[in-house]
Every structure is written in C-alpha cells, then in structure tokens.
C-alpha cells in the first residue's frame, strides 16, 4: 500500500492489523514428529537456498539458559515432560530472533532490498501459536511435513540420545513427546492441510533422498513466492 494511503487509513482506523513483518519476508513452518529429521533437513536447506534456520527448541534451549531468564525453570519442566512451552514465550524468542537476522542484512539469495527467508522449526506446535504467529508476526508461505512412523522416530531419538546430552531423549520423555505431538500439533498439520499449504514428505527413508525430495519441493516454491 503506498505510504500516503497507508497514512490515511491509519487516520480514518481504517487499517487492518499489521503484523511484524510484511510480504517481503518469506516463512516456511518446518513440523514433523521428534526424531523425524526436521533439524537435519533444514540444516541442508540452508545450504541450498541461504535460509534463515530457528528452531524453536534451540532457541528455548538457550533461553533456559540464558542468565537471569525468568522462563529458566519453565522451560527446563516444559522439555522434560514433552509439554508446550507458553506461546508467549516462545512466539517473542522467534520474534526477535527474526528481527536480528532482518538487522544483520544477511546476503544471498532472497535477502536484497529488506527481504528474507525463514524456516521455523518445530512450530508451531499447537493452534493458539499458529494463530498467535500469523496474527502478531506474519503470514506462513507452507509447512513442510516430514512423515515418519513412531518406531522410525523413537529409533533415531535412541540414537541421538546417545551423544546429544539432551534431557528429554529418553524413552520416558519421547513417549510423552509423542502423545503431545499427536494431540497438539496434528491439529494443527490438519489446520494447514485444509488451507492447501502442507508440502508432505516422507522422512522415512536415507538423508539424502530426503534431502533431494525437499530440495526439489521448496525450489518450486520459492520460485511462485516474492522472497
Ligand atoms: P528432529 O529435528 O525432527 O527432532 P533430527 O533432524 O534431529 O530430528 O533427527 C533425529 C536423528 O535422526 C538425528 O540423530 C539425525 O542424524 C537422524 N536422522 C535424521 N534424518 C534421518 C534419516 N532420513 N535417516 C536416518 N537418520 C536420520
Ligand atoms: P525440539 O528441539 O523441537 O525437539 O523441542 C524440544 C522441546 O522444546 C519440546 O518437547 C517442547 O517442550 C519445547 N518446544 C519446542 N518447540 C516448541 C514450540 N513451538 N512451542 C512450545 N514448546 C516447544
């Protein structure tokens, strides 16, 4: 909307609500069940098309220990038992998280003249931070979903239990994860499917064919989308 226009519907309180970031800014939810490869997937994308990777488990995990975080405690229960940390939180970390990037003016494709590209990982998690998300932050280009089984995931988890010093890549923890996915986030792949914006793959199979299949998939989708 030029400036001008912008001004006079703000005057007559005819303007919609406006969200942190416009149009210029491209946003790809990354969902998927524990252990089903959403991290390493992005990691490979970021390679291929110069993304902007927040995972929203990294980010409360450096939160939780950020000195002086008032959310420390909260957030240390909340991924022990597998439950959803308060979208308050959790949609503020990702908020700022994005404005920094937007500061650094990063370069590479898709960040020219104020623009980006985010892939938000592992949110959102349940409806009220989706709606939280697009009404406060901005709008979600697709979802890319990688679907697995629940003895694949579990099986990976084990494995990465191993070395990650996670203290929720225990059996006791991922059975909870699981029914907190099941419960909370399926809903929300379902909200999205509805709305066509779900790209569906499934992760079962080698990293790299994985890999190909997402590539292929989110080359198509950039190149109908602005950033
Ligand atoms: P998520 O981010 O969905 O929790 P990760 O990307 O951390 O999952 O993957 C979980 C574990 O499984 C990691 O140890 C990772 O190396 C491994 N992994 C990821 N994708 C595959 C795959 N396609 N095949 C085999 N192992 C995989
Ligand atoms: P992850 O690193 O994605 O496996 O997430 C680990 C844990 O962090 C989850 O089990 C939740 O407790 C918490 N968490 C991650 N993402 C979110 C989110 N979008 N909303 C709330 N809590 C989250």
């Given at each position: 909307?030029?400036?001008?226009?912008?001004?006079?519907?703000?005057?007559?309180?005819?303007?919609?609500?406006?969200?942190?970031?416009d149009s210029n800014v491209?946003?790809?939810?990354?969902?998927?069940?524990?252990?089903?490869?959403?991290?390493?997937?992005?990691?490979?994308?970021?390679?291929?098309?110069?993304?902007?990777?927040?995972?929203?488990?990294?980010?409360?995990?450096?939160?939780?220990?950020?000195?002086?975080?008032?959310?420390?405690?909260?957030?240390?229960?909340?991924?022990?038992?597998?439950?959803?940390?308060?979208?308050?939180?959790?949609?503020?970390?990702?908020?700022?998280?994005?404005?920094?990037?937007?500061?650094?003016?990063?370069?590479?494709?898709?960040?020219?003249?104020?623009?980006?590209?985010?892939?938000?990982?592992?949110?959102?998690?349940?409806?009220?931070?989706?709606?939280?998300?697009?009404?406060?932050?901005g709008k979600?280009?697709?979802?890319?979903?990688?679907?697995?089984?629940?003895?694949?995931?579990?099986?990976?988890?084990?494995?990465?239990?191993?070395?990650?010093?996670?203290?929720?890549?225990?059996?006791?923890?991922?059975?909870?994860?699981?029914?907190?996915?099941?419960?909370?986030?399926?809903?929300?792949?379902?909200?999205?499917?509805?709305?066509?914006?779900?790209?569906?793959?499934?992760?079962?199979?080698?990293?790299?064919?994985?890999?190909?299949?997402?590539?292929?998939?989110?080359?198509?989708?950039?190149?109908?989308?602005t950033a």
């Amino acid at each position: 909307m030029p400036v001008i226009v912008d001004k006079i519907a703000d005057a007559l309180h005819l303007q919609s609500h406006k969200s942190t970031f416009d149009s210029n800014v491209t946003v790809i939810f990354v969902l998927g069940g524990p252990g089903a490869g959403k991290g390493t997937q992005c990691a490979r994308l970021v390679e291929d098309f110069a993304f902007c990777h927040l995972s929203a488990g990294d980010l409360l995990r450096a939160e939780q220990h950020r000195e002086g975080s008032e959310y420390g405690q909260l957030i240390q229960t909340c991924i022990k038992e597998g439950t959803i940390v308060p979208m308050e939180v959790t949609v503020k970390l990702l908020e700022k998280a994005m404005t920094a990037t937007l500061e650094e003016h990063k370069s590479g494709d898709g960040w020219a003249d104020s623009r980006g590209r985010f892939l938000i990982d592992g949110f959102p998690r349940k409806m009220d931070q989706a709606e939280m998300f697009e009404h406060d932050v901005g709008k979600a280009t697709a979802v890319l979903f990688f679907s697995t089984t629940q003895e694949v995931m579990l099986e990976r988890l084990l494995e990465r239990g191993k070395t990650s010093g996670r203290e929720d890549d225990n059996v006791e923890s991922i059975k909870k994860r699981f029914n907190t996915y099941k419960d909370q986030t399926m809903p929300v792949i379902k909200h999205y499917e509805k709305l066509g914006k779900v790209i569906e793959i499934d992760s079962s199979v080698s990293i790299e064919e994985v890999h190909q299949k997402t590539k292929s998939a989110v080359a198509n989708l950039l190149s109908g989308s602005t950033a």
